[in-house]
């Protein structure tokens, strides 16, 4: 009788699985159709754009500073570092000078960001593969960034913290005290997390060999972040091509060697480590002086021509290309956005896997879709 | 492949090709060049070859004019390259998702928005908009539009 259940009749053999896109593990609206041969897929096609909004075409007609709430509803995990960037972008194309308390308040503000968007991620793909546990941990973590940073940014998801000449409002004591206990609270935390997920054997063997990117396959789809590093490429915007002050901290690129989901898993884990570090320095060396150019116009009109951006956002790289022709909102306004690349990749790489091991992959991978919409 | 060794190889094939240095710092990259649009696919090949990346796709509606921006980047050391070409409103572009696989993706994106059509790219369904869309909301002329510009006004 077994075979009744395992061996569908030839004519039934492909069997088109809908996969999202209000599904709990697709995360957010993807919608992925699968082309199922028993467990096993033959062919995925995503199927994205429910949460098209057309930012692009609201940038081209509104005030460069009228922009600055939505790029961080874009990836709203790290809706910081695409706001820091956006700044940066536009600063550079209008050639303002930055104070520098106000480059490090924005650092560290970002770091924390990407911590958050990090640890975020590890409790919802825990959670994915079946552990509950680790999420309560984890959002117990990030609830402490959520309240720094609310305390100076006064919101909690989608922060329009920057400004062009620095940021609006200025850090104290009470921010920097708990900057320094949150980042204590961590270090004692990573060995936790070590024994509960990193050696746990149904973790590894859910993820070990599982969804490989390679280094080929990253290139070819432009995958960039954690997902690229993985795959042992130590590639990081921060690094290459150094924005803001990050040339004067001390930190890693850390990299894996085999690109799978625990690979994924590990870089993201260290990245982590890496960005208290980078807090920590910054804290540090936090010079004095103001938080904010004097002498910004209100009204920003920069002269004709183009800028281009790249900043690493929490899933990879991130890049604003704006086309200025002298008034006062921009010609153009493009997004590159990494999960748009690392999603892509999924069409190679979902083939001949399990359909088990697809929500680990998808988790793994670590998209969010309003992001790739825009 | 070198940089410098990728920028001989298009002066080659495209003799007296604009190419425009980034002194500025503003334009993010290397250089920038404008390559005809039956060259793009020669382009795309070599930086294929020398281990690059196709960072990202956009295009640009002008009154004379679309111009599509292509981003090279490769990982070791910092040299993003912008290839541009400019493409007729009605004219078809030749696609380069046969060479750089991502490039599929990113040619039905700017299909959805400027309306710019690829030969060779054998699925050309609307990408972010919806499925029945016959609309591109990124030309000037659709929507609430603050200027429509000739290409010579902003580049000069």
Request: aromatic content about 12%; overall charge negative; some cysteine.
């Amino acid at each position: 009788m077994g075979e009744l259940y395992t061996t569908p009749p030839e004519s039934e053999k492909i069997y088109t699985l809908n996969l999202g896109p209000q599904h709990p593990s697709t995360h957010g609206v993807l919608r992925i159709l699968l082309d199922l041969d028993g467990e096993y897929i033959v062919k995925a096609d995503p199927v994205i754009g429910y949460g098209h909004r057309g930012h692009e075409k609201m940038g081209e007609n509104r005030l460069y500073k009228q922009f600055l709430p939505n790029t961080s509803r874009m990836d709203y995990l790290s809706g910081l570092l695409f706001n820091h960037g956006f700044v940066l972008a536009v600063e550079k194309l209008v050639g303002i000078e930055v104070p520098e308390r106000s480059k490090y308040i924005r650092v560290i503000a970002s770091e924390l960001n990407r911590i958050s968007s990090h640890l975020l991620w590890f409790g919802t793909y825990l959670l994915d593969l079946g552990g509950f546990t680790p999420f309560l941990y984890a959002f117990d973590d990030r609830e402490q960034i959520l309240d720094i940073l609310d305390s100076v940014t006064g919101s909690r998801l989608t922060y329009s913290y920057c400004r062009f000449g620095g940021v609006s409002r200025d850090i104290d004591a009470n921010f920097i005290d708990m900057t320094r206990a949150f980042l204590k609270r961590m270090d004692a935390r990573w060995a936790d997390y070590d024994n509960l997920v990193s050696e746990n054997i149904i973790f590894i063997n859910r993820t070990r060999d599982v969804g490989i990117i390679d280094r080929e396959l990253a290139r070819q789809y432009a995958v960039t972040g954690p997902n690229l590093r993985a795959c042992g490429v130590a590639f990081d915007v921060r690094r290459i091509e150094p924005y803001e002050v990050y040339d004067r901290f001390d930190f890693e690129v850390p990299t894996g060697s085999r690109g799978d989901a625990l690979d994924r898993y590990y870089v993201r884990f260290k990245e982590m480590q890496q960005s208290c570090r980078i807090i920590e320095q910054a804290l540090d060396h936090l010079p004095g002086g103001p938080f904010l150019a004097e002498k910004v116009p209100q009204k920003i009109t920069p002269p004709k021509g183009e800028v281009y951006l790249a900043f690493e956002s929490a899933r990879g790289l991130a890049a604003y290309y704006l086309v200025s022709d002298g008034s006062p909102s921009p010609y153009r306004c493009h997004i590159r956005v990494p999960s748009f690349g690392n999603l892509n990749a999924l069409i190679d790489v979902l083939p001949e896997t399990l359909v088990a091991d697809a929500i680990s992959i998808l988790g793994s991978i670590d998209v969010v879709i309003p992001e790739i919409d825009r | 492949m070198k940089i410098q060794e990728i920028e001989r190889v298009i002066f080659e094939k495209f003799p007296g090709a604009p190419l425009v240095r980034d002194e500025t710092g503003k334009m993010g990259a290397l250089w920038s060049v404008v390559v005809p649009v039956s060259g793009i696919r020669d382009v795309a090949k070599t930086f294929e070859t020398a281990d690059f990346f196709l960072e990202t796709v956009t295009a640009l509606d002008f009154q004379d004019t679309l111009e599509l921006v292509y981003h090279f980047n490769c990982y070791e050391p910092k040299s993003r390259v912008v290839v541009r070409m400019l493409c007729g409103h009605d004219q078809v572009a030749p696609s380069i998702c046969d060479i750089f696989r991502g490039a599929g993706w990113l040619e039905r994106e700017i299909h959805d928005f400027f309306g710019i059509r690829f030969s060779g790219n054998p699925d050309m369904r609307p990408l972010l908009l919806p499925e029945d869309a016959d609309y591109h909301p990124l030309r000037k002329d659709f929507g609430k539009v603050s200027a429509y510009r000739k290409r010579e006004e902003i580049y000069g």
